[in-house]
């Protein structure tokens, strides 16, 4: 089965920084361009970042509200995907979630909470 | 941007009644090219990850029940839910996959009567 697993997150002060990781199995995860989804505490979904795969020369995306400050990288040998988050703003405070799938997403993580406070 | 606008914001039924969600995006979701509307629509149970369940406007994630049905196309699509069930309790989302940044709708909240 499919499983994306989260963990990283916590409490950080703005302008701080995280990285978040997600470890996935049950696929061939070399194959799959891998998201982050983010949701506000009670608010909707927001896709943050986006890598495709080595053929795809590991391109990514990012949503104007992240770029510039988060970082999406994958190691294919272990099956990781990562997002660096710097100079971390109050309004990211989130679950981040990590996804798979080709432009919709197939399979969703748990989610980790990301809260940025001072 | 596409500009992805959800309706009604919440609704409240009764097990057993149809319901219907809408979704309407700014930009067109039909590529020329293959004639294929690029959206999808997700369930989110209560403290729960949202769950996909349709893609490609009308095709049906392996494991949905047929009573989702998606439907639409150009810049105007529909979820409908037919013989509503207390387990359909959830927060449900349209995603536009046609072009980046993807973008959803901001969700319809689903309670049972």
């Known amino acids: 089965a499919v499983q994306l697993v989260e963990s990283g997150g916590g409490l950080v002060q703005p302008k701080e920084s995280l990285k978040i990781s997600c470890a996935a199995s049950?696929?061939?995860?070399?194959?799959?361009?891998m998201y982050w989804v983010r949701q506000a505490p009670g608010k909707g979904l927001e896709w943050v970042a986006r890598?495709?795969?080595?053929?795809?020369?590991?391109?990514?995306y990012y949503a104007d509200s992240v770029k510039g400050r988060f970082t999406i990288s994958r190691d294919d040998s272990k099956s990781m995907v990562y997002l660096q988050m710097d100079n971390l703003k109050t309004e990211d405070t989130a679950m981040y979630y990590c996804?798979?799938?080709?432009?919709?997403?197939?399979?969703w993580g748990q989610g980790v909470m990301v809260t940025v406070s001072s | 941007d596409i500009v992805m606008t959800q309706s009604p914001s919440s609704l409240a039924v009764s097990a057993g009644e149809t319901v219907t969600i809408n979704c309407k995006s700014s930009?067109?979701?039909?590529?020329?090219?293959?004639?294929?509307?690029?959206l999808a629509w997700y369930q989110q149970k209560p403290g729960q990850s949202p769950k996909l369940l349709i893609y490609?406007?009308?095709t049906r994630e392996s494991g949905v029940p047929d009573r989702f049905i998606g439907s639409g196309s150009g810049t105007d699509f529909t979820l409908t839910i037919s013989s509503v069930q207390a387990e359909d309790l959830a927060d449900y989302y349209c995603?536009?996959?046609?072009?980046?940044?993807?973008?959803f709708g901001s969700g319809t909240k689903l309670e049972i009567k």
């Open positions: 996804t798979a799938g080709p432009s919709y997403f197939d399979y």
């Open positions: 049950g696929f061939t995860f070399s194959n799959a361009a």
């Open positions: 995603q536009q996959h046609y072009s980046y940044p993807l973008t």
């Open positions: 930009q067109s979701l039909l590529s020329s090219g293959n004639q294929k509307n690029y």
């Open positions: 890598i495709r795969t080595k053929p795809n020369n590991y391109a990514t």
């Open positions: 490609l406007a009308s």
